[in-house]
Structures are given as C-alpha cells and as structure tokens.
C-alpha cells in the first residue's frame, strides 16, 4: 500500500498542463481518498484551452451598453438640436415638390425607360427570326446599353436645376438595374440561340409551381420530354413583351426562360412586408433629419480645414446614425422589399442576401450581402471572363471595376459632383481583401471579421463627409463653408 501511495505521489509531482494527460485511473484514486477532493485539472474560463463558448451574458451586456450610448446620443441630440423631423419635408424630398423648375424631367426619364427596353426585344426578335445577323444585333444592342447609361448623366447635366436629388438619384438607380437585366437578357438569348434550336412551338408561358419542378430524389435533371401538366417555355418563344415585362419587375438581375414560381400569395406575409417597408421608410426619414444631417454639415469645417482630432471625432460622431441607417436600408430593401415583389409576382426564389455578418474577409461580405448583384456578376462577367482564358484574378478585378463604376454614377451623378471617392473606395477592397486574408491567417477568423464591421462602420461616414465637402465647393464655392457647415 505505501508503495502504491509512493507511486502515486511521484506521479503527482509531473508537469500536467491539460486535463486529458491526467489518467482515468488516478483520478478515480484521488477521489477514493478521505480529504474528499474538490480539485481536478481545469482552466480558467477566459483561456482558449478551456473550451468554453456560453458568453450570451457578455452579449446581452454588449447590447444593453450600445443600447445606452444610443439613448445618451439621441438625447444629446434633441437637447442641442431640437426635434427637426419634418413629415412635409419628407413629401418635398421623396416628390421633389418645391425643387428645381416645373418640367418634371425625372418623370420623363422614367417614361422613357420603356423605349431602351422595347428596343432590346426588337433586337432580339430580329436576331431570333435571321433579319438581323450577329454582328449587327451585337453592336445595336452595346448602343443600345451605352445610351441608356449615358441618357440620365446628360439629362441631368444640362438641366441640372429642374432635377430634386431624389428624383435624379431614383433615375440613376432605375437605368442602373435596367442595364443589368438587360445585359442578362441579351446575353441569356445570346446562349439559347448559339445552342442546338429546337422546333418553333405555339407553347405559352405558364405559372410553374416549386412541386412541378422538383427534382427527383437522385439529383438528376428533368428528362427531355415534359408531363402533360408541365408547359415550359422555349426559345424563341420568350420573346415577347409580357415575359421582358415579368423579368423587369421580378427581384432578381439574372434572366431565364423559365423561373420558379410560387402557387399563391401569402396574405399575411404580404402585409407584414408592407408595413415593414412603409415603417422603416419613415424612420429613416426621421434619423436622416435629426441625426444624419446636423451631423453631416457640423462636419464640414473641420474636414475642410484638416483639423484631423475633431475630423475624427465628427467621423465617429457620425458613423453610429450612418450606420444604423444602413442597417436599417439592408433590411428594408433586402428583406421587406424585394420579398413584397417576390409575393406579388410569385416568384419562389428569395435568396437576396445570405449571412454576410459573419464574413470573415471582406470578399466574402460582397459574395454574401447584396445576392442579386453577386448572382449576376457571377454568371455574366466573372464565368465568361475565366471561359474565355481570363484569369481568376483579372475576372475578379473586371468584377470589383464595374462595381465600383456603377457606386461612382449612383453618387457623382444626382450630386452633380464628379469625384471618384466612391470608386477608389469599391477599388480599395481588393487591397483591403488581402489585408484580410493575412489577418484571419495569422490572428483567425474573428479578427477577420472585425476589420469587414470596422470597415463599415468608418469607411461610409467617411466617403459622406468627403462628397459633402466636395459638394459643397463645387455648388456653392469655398466662400459659403462657413454657411453650410453649420446647423
């Protein structure tokens, strides 16, 4: 017996630094003894070797926290301020009521959408039916894509004044998705017309349900020959106004002949969605004009005299309101939007966004946040690219210039302020990407996602501050920052 104690004792005095070097049998010994051990091989909670990963108390703790410095903030806020929110204001911006002169310009930019649209079909339609050969059909429709891009700068150019910046902003945003989804529609046709052509058919378009086109069990395709109860559409037999007219409307950017279709409309989603847009329009509303913008002109001065201590503390000042407003955008656009025309369309797939808050880099933040855009670049610029012998590397940097291209014409253009801040900011996330890649290589994943939030978070109110100067200077001259600098 002593001898087994001696061992015991011998054992003891070695190095452990984890419980799982510890032998079952000693511990079933120690626990054997009459001291009546309470002490076993265990790390402190806060070290990662303890495996431990419960801390919804310090999440509910961060919360409450944030919750509290906002409160502190909108106080401060309405103290210095007053209440500023406006609701005939909000008329006067969203009509442009009260703004520019009386021709309307931004209504007939709207109407006249129609014709680049009914121009696209016509040039289908003549390469469908052989009037037209390729290489004509080609360059009509790039003149046809170049006009309606270069339409709104001119218009709003030259009549500048007659334009309220919400109407030139919904026009640029507008020529923006029609490019897109034309760019699909030509190029989708482009691939069923160098295909094998089937025979013409009289077949119509019909309402496919998710259970009519379900897969079968082992993954296979649909077999060549369709049941009686399924009617799918061929080309050409797409080319008509009725199916360009559903894909302009339906929330995606990516043309098919055939898309998923719901049964029904779900009533009770369909409101909440309503009330969801309707709501969140309104307090956005109410944030820009009681918080964004007093924030935004205080900011002025300082970033135009290169104060850098109060430039940052009008930039941090300004991120929290900037950035709940982009919280909120996402959800309203992302989620109760498009699914309200997803519902009234009927249409079944309602991937717009997946979860792009737990990107690790920022590559993944852009493939995951906004899916119709990256769905599209995907399929019509980064895959033909590679098809054609481009590397992944120039088909990813031909991605990153078109996008930061189109965040450039939706800001440069309604401000009537031709800078390129919005473009180096969308070209900067190609180093801000390796930059990303090394940190989650080294430090891990966590702190990978911690330089996507912070980019976020400081690079919007940053590029808000720096287009407001610009603005400011370019309208108005450097005589009046004092003027516009304060509320």
């Known amino acids: ?134 290489r004509a059909g080609i360059i009509a429709h790039i003149m046809n894509l170049c006009l309606l891009v270069t339409l709104p700068m001119v218009v709003i150019h030259f009549k500048a004044a007659a334009f309220s910046l919400m109407g030139a902003t919904m026009v640029c945003f507008l020529y923006s998705v029609l490019f897109l989804k034309l760019w699909s529609y030509i190029q989708v046709n482009a691939w069923c017309r160098n295909s094998c052509h089937p025979p013409k058919t009289t077949l119509r378009r019909q309402s496919v349900s998710l259970s009519q086109l379900q897969l079968p069990d082992n993954g296979h395709t649909l077999p060549e020959t369709e049941p009686d109860d399924i009617s799918l559409v061929r080309y050409p ?28 409309i779900r009533k009770r ?93 920022i590559d993944i933040f852009w493939r995951t946040w906004n899916m119709p855009v990256h769905r599209w670049a995907v399929r019509h610029l980064y895959i033909p690219l590679v098809e054609i012998g481009y590397s992944k590397t120039m088909a990813s940097t031909c991605v990153f210039f078109i996008s930061a291209f189109f965040h450039e014409y939706l800001v440069s253009v309604p401000l009537q302020t031709f800078k390129i801040w919005a473009f180096l900011g969308m070209m900067g996330q190609i180093p801000l990407s ?35 100067h610009d603005y400011v200077i370019t309208h108005f001259g450097e005589a009046l920052i004092d003027s516009y600098g304060t509320v």
């Open 1 to 134: 017996m002593s001898s087994e104690n001696e061992g015991l004792r011998l054992r003891r005095t070695k190095s452990v630094t984890r419980a799982e070097e510890i032998q079952k049998q000693e511990a079933r010994i120690r626990k054997s003894q009459p001291d009546k051990p309470c002490h076993r091989p265990r790390d402190s909670l806060f070290s990662w070797s303890s495996d431990f990963t419960n801390f919804t108390g310090f999440v509910n703790w961060a919360f409450l926290l944030l919750f509290m410095g906002g409160i502190r903030l909108l106080l401060e806020n309405l103290i210095k301020y007053g209440v500023r929110v406006d609701p005939e204001q909000w008329v006067i911006v969203l009509t442009g009521r009260g703004e520019g002169g009386p021709e309307h310009p931004s209504l007939y930019l709207f109407l006249y959408s129609i014709v680049p649209v009914s121009v696209c079909l016509l040039i289908e339609k003549g390469l469908a039916e052989d009037i037209l050969i390729t």
């Open 237 to 264: 037999d797409n080319l008509n106004m009725k199916d360009l007219a559903f894909f302009i409307f339906a929330p995606t950017l990516c043309y098919e002949l055939n898309f998923p279709r719901t049964e029904r």
């Open 269 to 361: 989603f369909l409101l909440k969605r309503l009330v969801e847009v309707v709501v969140l329009i309104q307090l956005m509303m109410c944030l820009f004009q009681q918080w964004i913008i007093p924030s935004v002109k205080n900011s002025l001065i300082p970033f135009s005299n290169m104060d850098v201590v109060k430039a940052t503390e009008r930039l941090l000042k300004l991120s929290i309101p900037n950035h709940l407003v982009w919280l909120i955008f996402f959800y309203l656009m992302f989620h109760s939007f498009l699914n309200l025309m997803g519902e009234i369309l009927h249409f079944a797939d309602r991937n717009f966004y997946c979860d792009w808050w737990n990107a690790n880099n």
């Open 434 to 468: 390796i930059l990303c890649h090394t940190v989650e290589k080294k430090f891990g994943p966590r702190w990978g996602n911690i330089i996507v939030w912070a980019s976020l978070i400081l690079g919007q109110p940053l590029c808000i501050m720096m287009y407001y």
